[in-house]
C-alpha cells in the first residue's frame, strides 16, 4: 500500500501562484511515476502534469508554460507549481501514484484524496 497526502491547496486571485505538495509513503519501490489531476463537480478528472521516474515531465496543453512539476526522489514527494492561476483551474487536485509507467488518468495505483484549489476573478 502506498499513501498520499496532498498539502498546499487554497483561494488565490486570478494570476497569483500555488505550490502543491504530495508525499507518497508505505512501499514507494521505484521505479514510480507520479502526478496530478483535477476534477470539477459534474466532469471526469483531467490530467495535469505528471513525472516518470526518470523526470520526464508531460504536462496538459491547458497548463503549459504555466505550471511546472518536479520530484524529490528522497523524499518520496512531488511538487506542482502554478503559476499565472485562472477562474478555470478551479478544481480537486489529486495526487497520484504509479508503478513504472502507468497511464496518468487511469492506470495510476493510488491516489490522494484531494486540495482543492479556488481561483478567484
Known amino acids: 500500500q502506498v499513501q498520499l497526502v496532498e498539502s498546499g491547496g487554497g483561494l488565490v486571485q486570478a494570476g497569483g501562484s500555488l505550490r502543491l505538495s504530495c508525499a507518497a509513503s508505505?512501499?514507494?519501490?521505484?521505479?514510480?511515476?507520479m502526478g496530478w489531476l483535477r476534477q470539477v463537480p459534474g466532469k471526469e478528472r483531467e490530467f495535469v502534469a505528471g513525472i516518470r521516474w526518470s523526470g520526464t515531465t508531460y504536462y496538459a496543453d491547458s497548463v503549459k508554460g504555466r505550471f511546472t512539476i518536479s520530484r524529490d526522489n528522497a523524499k518520496n514527494t512531488v511538487y506542482l507549481q502554478m503559476n499565472s492561476l485562472k477562474p478555470e483551474d478551479t478544481a480537486d487536485y489529486y495526487c497520484a501514484f504509479g508503478y513504472g509507467t502507468r497511464a496518468w488518468a487511469h492506470g495510476m495505483d493510488y491516489w490522494g484524496k484531494g486540495t482543492l484549489v479556488t481561483v478567484s476573478s
Open positions: 508505505g512501499r514507494t519501490t521505484s521505479p514510480y511515476s
